[in-house]
């Protein structure tokens, strides 16, 4: 990276050293970069955003102090959103590292920024920082509030040489395209610091040394897309290298005895369950330890190219049918009617992708394959509505549940997750998993994962619900910026967003829903709608898991999991409140 300075007569100052702070004349600098434009833009748009929950920390009743502004690890500068104004515009909190100048370090310095950013139409990306004030982010204790304004831009190739490489240099293929990033900034650093030149034979000066920190930026942006095209490799002999494609091990006993037991306690598809048991070895890994939050942790892509047939099992069925009723017809009425999502964007992943905690997770904190789920899935329904149906699906009078309940043909048990989308335009994203075996799930197998199942289904306490319901998700295809937004780290929803639980009234107890309002929480929410603009675009797998905490309640079990591969929104079949059929 080489700074070039653009002069001009009003940006040298006059002073030699500046109390009030001095502009410092403006610095350009360039990187090819190994990806296509809206890859890099993304990186460059979130790479170096503090986590969210340091966000939620800094709120309104807990002013900010330097500790909380404390740059990720291996990162020049981070910064915080204060304020989203709208889809091109937003105010952020850039914060850096303290900068050495000889013969002391520098306080650390912090801009409050006004960012625009837009996409012309010769495919290149334009963003705009400026320096302005806001009431919710005063000056810092610790850090000196200084000034900046700066340009980035981000050109692709030209079309001569895209065509040459085989990558469009608009496309959105990963890692297949080139783009220029530049960027020239003008800082003022403000506080006691020189800007003129240090001697007679130098052409910079101390304050010069803010702006080329902020130039800097351009290496993080480079250095986390390359990372992000290759397979990580540790160099501490103390713990498994960092990969996400596992290479072929040893499987401990104490995993290959807790698949052994889930593969006898899941009945739905066996034939399923024992072609992957069968063909496991050929891709085994070795169990990992939960200190960071890095995908491999928590996903295995060894096994993200598996998906299981959409046919049910219909030995598994033949015994709940009806008299008279073929099991094949049982599991197709309930999954084909009403219409459900269409087959190409839907799957069940092999759930030996997702990692779980083992049984002695609490002491050793490792993790292990999930082996085959508890239950199958067996539909997947998105649907739009004119508003959130806060009652459910599973009680909606034309809806899959009690349409199969009026039939007679509804499996013994079913589970269903939904997720309310909120609008406009709102959609429910509504997941079915059943279960031909309830001992699975109601504490009788003697099992941790169906006594928690149990309790969890058929008990009465909601807190124990919201404590207990983990969803584990992973972006298995997608940019840069939704794999960030999204990452792979288990989350207890319960404690993030609202739950909402509908049982069946009747004693059977034939179903439980779960219901997922993303719009009770502006974070979620905010990442929701990130994410309903790549769905094109992206594969998502996730998993439910029923946390486990102590060692009567380990090693859990993956109790259903579902992919959905670049779903388009559009055109979704519509559903009526439930008031318009009573």
């Not at 900046?148 to 608009?170: D, E, F, N």
């Not at 598996?306 to 033949?318: K, T």
């Not at 149906?389 to 599973?394: D, F, H, P, Q, V």
Request: contains cysteine; neutral net charge.
């Amino acid at each position: 990276l080489r700074p070039r300075e653009e002069r001009d007569s009003a940006s040298r100052p006059k002073g030699r050293v500046s109390v009030e702070g001095g502009t410092c004349p403006p610095l350009r600098a360039h990187i090819a970069l190994s990806a296509d434009p809206l890859n890099a833009f993304m990186c460059l748009m979130s790479h170096g955003r503090t986590d969210l929950r340091d966000r939620q920390k800094a709120s309104a009743s807990v002013p900010l102090d330097a500790s909380m502004l404390v740059p990720n690890s291996c990162q020049r500068a981070s910064f915080r959103i204060i304020e989203t104004i709208d889809d091109h515009m937003d105010i952020i909190h850039l914060f850096f590292r303290p900068v050495y100048l000889f013969p002391s370090w520098t306080a650390p310095r912090d801009y409050v920024l006004f960012r625009y950013w837009r996409y012309d139409p010769d495919g290149s990306y334009m963003i705009c920082v400026e320096s302005v004030k806001h009431q919710d982010c005063p000056p810092v204790d610790g850090f000196v509030r200084g000034k900046m304004h700066g340009v980035y831009t981000i050109a692709p190739l030209k079309t001569s040489r895209s065509s040459r490489k085989g990558g469009g240099g608009g496309g959105s293929g990963q890692g297949k395209g080139e783009c220029l990033l530049t960027s020239l900034v003008q800082v003022d650093p403000k506080g006691w610091v020189p800007t003129v030149p240090l001697s007679p034979l130098s052409n910079q000066s101390y304050a010069e040394a803010f702006g080329v920190s902020v130039l800097l930026q351009l290496l993080d942006v480079k250095d986390a897309l390359d990372q992000d095209r290759f397979v990580p490799v540790s160099t501490d002999a103390r713990r498994p290298p960092k990969r996400s494609w596992k290479v072929p091990g040893l499987i401990e006993d104490e995993s290959a005895d807790r698949n052994k037991h889930a593969l006898a306690g899941s009945h739905l598809r066996r034939s399923d369950a024992k072609a992957l048991a069968s063909s496991a070895p050929e891709i085994q890994s070795s169990p990992s330890l939960e200190d960071d939050d890095e995908d491999y942790i928590n996903y295995d892509f060894a096994f993200s190219s598996r998906e299981l047939p959409h046919e049910p099992d219909q030995v598994s069925l033949a015994a709940t049918a009806p008299e008279g009723v073929p099991p094949s017809a049982l599991a197709s009425a309930f999954s084909t009617f009403p219409e459900p999502l269409p087959p190409e964007y839907w799957a069940e992943p092999d759930s030996n992708s997702f990692r779980v905690r083992g049984k002695m997770y609490k002491t050793d904190r490792k993790k292990f394959n999930a082996g085959p789920p508890v239950m199958r899935l067996f539909a997947v329904d998105i649907v739009e509505t004119p508003e959130n149906i806060m009652t459910g699906m599973c009680s909606h009078p034309t809806e899959r549940v009690q349409t199969a309940l009026a039939r007679g043909d509804l499996p013994p048990f079913v589970f269903c997750l939904n997720i309310a989308l909120p609008g406009p335009p709102c959609f429910h994203k509504v997941f079915y998993y059943a279960v031909d075996d309830r001992s699975a799930i109601d504490g009788t197998d003697g099992s941790p994962s169906s006594k928690l199942a149990g309790e969890f289904f058929f008990g009465e306490s909601d807190e124990f619900r919201d404590k207990t319901f983990k969803l584990i998700p992973q972006i298995v295809e997608g940019n840069f910026m939704v794999r960030k937004a999204v990452g792979s780290t288990p989350c207890i929803m319960g404690t993030k967003l609202k739950q909402h639980h509908f049982r069946d009234p009747s004693p059977g107890r034939r179903y439980f829903e779960l219901m997922l309002d993303t719009g009770s929480d502006p974070v979620a929410k905010g990442v929701i709608r990130l994410c309903l603009g790549y769905a094109k675009s992206i594969v998502v797998d996730m998993a439910f898991v029923l946390e486990g905490n102590d060692e009567t309640t380990l090693p859990e079990r993956v109790m259903g999991c579902a992919r959905l591969k670049n779903v388009v929104f559009t055109g979704r079949r519509q559903v009526d409140m439930p008031q318009a059929h009573l």
